[in-house]
Structures are given as C-alpha cells and as structure tokens.
C-alpha cells in the first residue's frame, strides 16, 4: 500500500498543492486545467470590496442573498454557511435530539459524510436507503434527508424524490434535500422542480458545485424551520461571513445553465473517445468518470499484477494527470477522505481552455506512464508525495 493513512493523504494533497504552485510559476493560470468542478471563484467585484469595509456592506449582501438565494432555491428564508457539511450540522443540531433517528434516500450510496458525522455527534442513529421500495421512517425518525444529487452525480428520479416527501409528510417529519450539486444538475440538465417547489421543508446547495462561487453553503426553507437552524449556525459560528455573502451573491449573478447544459453534450464525445482503452469508464451529467475498482480491471485486463489498493491506484492516475498535464482532478487535491474517484467535469471554467483530445490523450499516456512505474514503488512514491 502506497497511500496508508489520512497523513499520507494530507502529504499528497500538499504535495498536489507545491506542483500547482510551481506551474503557477512556471507557465502562469493557463498551465494546468482544473476539472474538478469545484473550481471555488471568488467573482467579487472592486466596488464591493470598498462597500465592505463600510457598516453597510453586510447589509447590502445579507439582502442580496435573500433575493438571489431565493430565486436559485425557492423556499422563504435564505442562510449563507460556510459549507454545506456546517449547514447540514446546524440543521441536525437544530431539529434532531439524543435517541431520534435520522433517515436518508440517496440514489447512491455513500452520503457525504458531514450527514452521518452530524448524526453521531447528536446521538441520533442514521439509516440509509437507497431502493424506495425499502424505505421507512419510524416513531422516533425525526428528520428525513434527500440526496438530490450525490458526490458522484448520480441523480435520485423525480419519482422516489416525491415518494420520499409523501411517505415523510404523512407522519410529519421534515425533509431536508442535500441538493449541492442537485440544486443546478437536478433542474438544469434534468428538468427536475427546486426541492422546495416539490415540498421540501429545507434545502442546501453549495456555491462551488457547477457554478463559479467561493465554497459555501446556500440553504433555504420554511420561516419557522430556517429560525432554529440560523440560530444553532450562529451559537457555533457555521454561518458565512460578510465577504464569502457577496462572493456567492456575485456568483449567483453569474449563473450559467448553458456551460452545464453544453457540458451535457460534449461529455459524449469525451466518454466514446476514452470507452475502448477505459471499458469502465461512465457518464457523469456533465462529464465522465472511471472509478478505482475500474480502473484496477482495466490493469487486470491488461496482465498488469499489482498488490496496490485500488485507492492508490486512482491517486497515482490523478498525480500522473496532474504532474504530466497540468489536469486537476478530485484525487489529487481533495481533503483527507474524499473519494478517490477521477472525475472530469466540462461544466468546469477550464474546460473552456483544453480540448476533448487533449484530454482523451493524457489519459492514454498516463495509463502507460502508470503501468511503467507501477513495479518501482520508490518511483511511485515521488509521484505521490513531493
Ligand atoms: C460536496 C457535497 C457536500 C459537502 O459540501 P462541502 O462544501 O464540502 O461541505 C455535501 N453533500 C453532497 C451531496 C456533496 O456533493
């Protein structure tokens, strides 16, 4: 095993971080391509800098997130977090007790963790499900949750999102939809209703999934629900600060559904340019993706022996990519505990600047470089770590 531990991750991360610092260096922003999708603008404006280092500017911004969240999300009170896993946790602290139950549908598992995590540190058992035939609530469930959309884009069906909200609503309990990438996928690329316009109590997005904003989380719901959560966020300072408001605020603003929807078609060219040498690869809404276990078949399929996990794989194909072609993807860069799954997104600002054959290429050559390296455990160990 190459990659052992949440410190190894945390030093391949570092090491990811020092690589781009050097390209940045080297070559300027246009020497490597970030295609997570998570790119984390910050499209503030010089004027809005000056307004906030008045008294004024967090009143302006705090009112200009209630208009533009509400249009993004619906719903009737808005409130700016400083990610969706710390709107998530204020909400699970706000409505949920020791001893209650907290029960979640997801199209796919797994959830992001921040759900179970709050769940435990509430003292609330959690259930997951994800065939809609299974799913239950039970007397003391006192929260349901909705992935709308989950960390690998798989998207839940208009029809189990509405039988979630019935089953729910028949024994009162809320709904809370985790919509972080879903609040544009979902509508945007599937025409799906915002979760609140489907009976939705409470919802999250967060403002770097598909859009080009500051990472955070934009949350809306029912007055009465949105009153309890604003007040656990600010007893445990969860809630966004002045300057990441007007950062969403502008990146609301800039919203662009035709990059996602023309993302949706050029994925296309890019998933049948890759599927002969990558059988395992799959569509994304916006993208393709090749996850570890995928990527081991294809080394099997080729008479490669390795006794690396598959994780370590998928990090030494993401360094590879990252050090050989300048193209970030999630298992380069993601926090300790992300999945390890390669990811390329075409709604990214990025993928404006590289072509599908760029990308087709760099992963032929970093599937060889991969197979040339991989009996040199030392060589593969300076690609992961710097
Ligand atoms: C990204 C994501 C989150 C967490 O967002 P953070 O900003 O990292 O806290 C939660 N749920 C889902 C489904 C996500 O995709």
């Known amino acids: 095993m190459l990659v052992n531990s949440l410190g190894d991750e945390v030093n391949k991360r570092d090491a990811s971080l020092k690589i781009i610092k050097s390209i940045l260096q080297s070559d300027g922003r246009k020497g490597f391509y970030d295609l997570t999708g998570l ?9 809005d800098k000056a307004l906030l280092e008045t008294y004024a500017g967090p009143a302006v911004f705090e009112e200009a997130i209630q208009t533009l969240g509400k ?16 709107g998530i946790l204020a909400a699970i602290l706000a409505l949920v007790n020791e001893g209650d139950e907290i029960v979640h549908f997801l199209p796919k598992s797994p959830a992001h963790p921040s759900i179970p995590r709050s769940a435990e540190l509430v003292g609330a058992s959690y259930r997951e499900f994800e065939d809609i035939t299974q799913f239950e609530v039970s007397d003391n469930t006192s929260l349901v949750f909705i992935t709308g959309s989950t960390m690998d884009h798989e998207i839940i069906t208009l029809k189990d999102f509405l039988r979630v909200i019935e089953i729910s609503k028949s024994h009162e309990i809320p709904v809370f939809v985790d919509d972080a990438s879903g609040a544009r996928l979902r509508t945007v690329v599937y025409k799906q209703p915002r979760a609140m316009d489907m009976g939705a109590d409470i919802t999250i997005t967060s403002t770097d999934k598909l859009m080009d904003g500051p990472r955070g989380g934009l949350m809306s719901g029912k007055a009465d629900i949105m009153i309890k959560v ?19 605020v ?10 996602i929807l023309e993302a949706f078609i050029t ?12 059988k395992g690869i799959k569509e994304t809404p916006t993208g393709v993706m090749l ?15 390795t006794d690396y996990s598959h994780d370590d794989l998928a ?7 990252l050090r050989n ?30 072509t599908i054959e760029n990308i087709i290429d760099a992963f032929n050559e970093t599937l060889e470089q991969l197979i040339k390296i991989i009996d040199d455990t030392k060589a593969c160990k300076s690609v992961l770590y710097y």
């Open 267 to 278: 994925k296309h060219d890019l998933y049948n340019g890759l599927v002969n040498d990558f």
């Open 230 to 248: 604003k007040t656990k966020a600010h007893q445990f300072g969860l809630e966004a600060q002045p300057p990441l408001v007007a950062g969403m």
């Open 71 to 86: 249009i993004h999300l619906g719903g009737e009170k808005i409130l700016a977090l400083n990610r969706t896993s710390s």
């Open 325 to 354: 072609h300048g193209i970030i993807t999630i298992p380069a860069v993601g926090m300790p505990g992300t999945s390890s799954t390669i990811r390329i997104d075409l709604a990214s600002n990025d993928a404006e600047r590289i």
């Open 250 to 259: 502008r990146a609301l603003e800039n919203l662009s559904p035709e990059r």
């Open 315 to 321: 990090y030494l194909f993401a360094m590879l990519l």
């Open 39 to 47: 790119a984390g603008g910050f499209p503030i404006l010089a004027e």
């Open 291 to 305: 996850k570890s276990g995928e990527l081991k078949l294809e080394l099997d399929n080729r008479g490669i022996v």
